[in-house]
């Protein structure tokens, strides 16, 4: 993979690369494509074996830079810190970047965690200058914002789920791992006592609700043994006061044991109800009005499935017109916890690709694709986030092959 950051000529052994066409000259030079840019290796006088960029920007190019002029290689995740910076994780360059939306700064684009070296996190080091692994055998890893700070989980396979603290710079565990699967049977326990096992976790999201001074967050997980046999698809909810530095586990919906492929029939209790692997999910969205997760995955791409907290509640769910590629429901201002209605916002596919469109929960009735400037943009990534302050769609796009982020500004 590609490195953030690169120098006129560096040792070979420290410059990852992601080579995707090479040739050798007569003089043992060896010219190569890498994410971008021309590059060659080569011995120099003291036979040390060089790497030089001769031209071209890498798709972690711009650091330091205006971000609108960087480069991405693939966003799955994105999502915006307390302070308004939008975070995005490149799984294909395994860094974290940043920067901030402000209208009135000309915002630099900066890379806070990885180097471009492939490795689990490791807690107590300096995010910046430690390998990060944001790609997993069985896709990208999850990244989210902490409401009201401006740190992040994310989730690392097999590994735990790890903290990024903002103040500092470094990384801290928030559900370890261990040989054991403490997770399935840890409701009610603190965070600080519970390991998540070897298994895939998946942080879909994160809110905070001012009524209660309560945050919560919502992770899924499953585990796979080394044939690849899947079990224990289940979903668990994190209360905090304390902006996540501790968290009070809660079980949501899966069941122990069971391979869930599919969100359960609408109905079904939730407590007793099957989520598909986490892996499939996609960014999920609080609704404190409902008290309920909506929640999306790619395996049945045209529902969107509500699992409400507490005793008692049953499966709701509702069918988009079209496959969703990401979503986010924004509750309407006469919503109620008996007669919920709201829109939901989705990326979905058209027989021109992939446009924004909102849905009524409650008319059912869905609008037209939202107008983009060029028709070669597509929408793309695993989240889209709803920009209160500004009344917009924050989402990652491609277009001619490059990746890039973007906000729908909106009139309501």
Not at 300 to 313: D, S
Not at 335 to 359: E, K, M, R, V
Not at 393 to 409: C, D, K, P, S, W
Request: charged share 15%; proline share 4%; aromatic share 8%.
């Amino acid at each position: 993979m590609a490195t953030p950051i690169k120098t006129a000529e560096v040792i070979a052994t420290q410059c990852p690369v992601q080579i995707m066409d090479a040739f050798v000259t007569l003089s043992n030079e060896v010219f190569f494509t890498d994410n971008g840019e021309i590059r060659v290796l080569y011995n120099d006088a003291n036979n040390n074996v060089l790497v030089k960029t001769l031209f071209g920007q890498s798709r972690a190019f711009g650091d330091g830079g205006l971000a609108i002029s960087a480069r991405f290689n693939s966003i799955p995740w994105l999502d915006m810190t307390a302070s308004g910076k939008i975070t995005i994780s490149d799984d294909h360059e395994n860094v974290i970047r940043q920067f901030p939306t402000s209208q009135t700064v000309s915002p630099i684009i900066q890379t806070i965690a990885g180097t471009g070296v492939v490795a689990p996190i490791t807690a107590g080091t300096l995010a910046s200058s430690s390998a990060l692994s944001l790609s997993a055998y069985s896709g990208p890893e999850s990244m989210v914002s902490i409401p009201g700070t401006e740190d992040l989980l994310v989730g690392q396979t097999g590994w735990g789920v790890f903290r990024y603290h903002a103040l500092d710079g470094k990384w801290y565990s928030f559900l370890g791992k261990s040989s054991g699967n403490g997770w399935l049977s840890a409701d009610g326990m603190k965070t600080s006592g519970i390991k998540g096992g070897t298994r895939r976790m998946d942080v879909l999201g994160a809110t905070s609700d001012p009524s209660t001074s309560t945050d919560t967050m919502l992770i899924a997980g499953y585990s796979s043994d080394l044939n690849g046999n899947n079990s224990d698809a289940v979903a668990k909810t994190y209360a905090s006061t304390d902006g996540f530095m501790t968290a009070t586990q809660g079980g949501l919906a899966g069941v122990a044991g069971v391979a869930g492929t599919v969100f359960s029939p609408d109905g079904t209790p939730v407590s007793s109800s099957t989520i598909p692997q986490s892996e499939t999910l996609l960014r999920s969205t609080w609704d404190p009005v409902q008290n309920a997760w909506f929640m999306a995955s790619n395996v049945n791409p045209k529902r969107i499935t509500v699992l409400k907290e507490g005793g008692g509640a049953t499966v709701l769910s509702y069918t988009l017109p079209r496959v969703v590629r990401s979503f986010t429901y924004v509750s309407a201002a006469d919503s109620t916890a008996n007669a919920p209605h709201g829109s939901i916002y989705y990326c979905g596919q058209n027989a021109s690709g992939w446009q924004l469109y909102q849905y009524d929960t409650v008319s059912k009735i869905e609008s037209a694709p939202f107008a983009w400037p060029s028709t070669t943009i597509q929408c793309a990534g695993n989240a889209l986030v709803w920009d209160a302050a500004n009344n917009g769609l924050i989402f990652t796009l491609n277009q001619n092959e490059l990746a890039g982020v973007a906000e729908y500004i909106m009139s309501l």
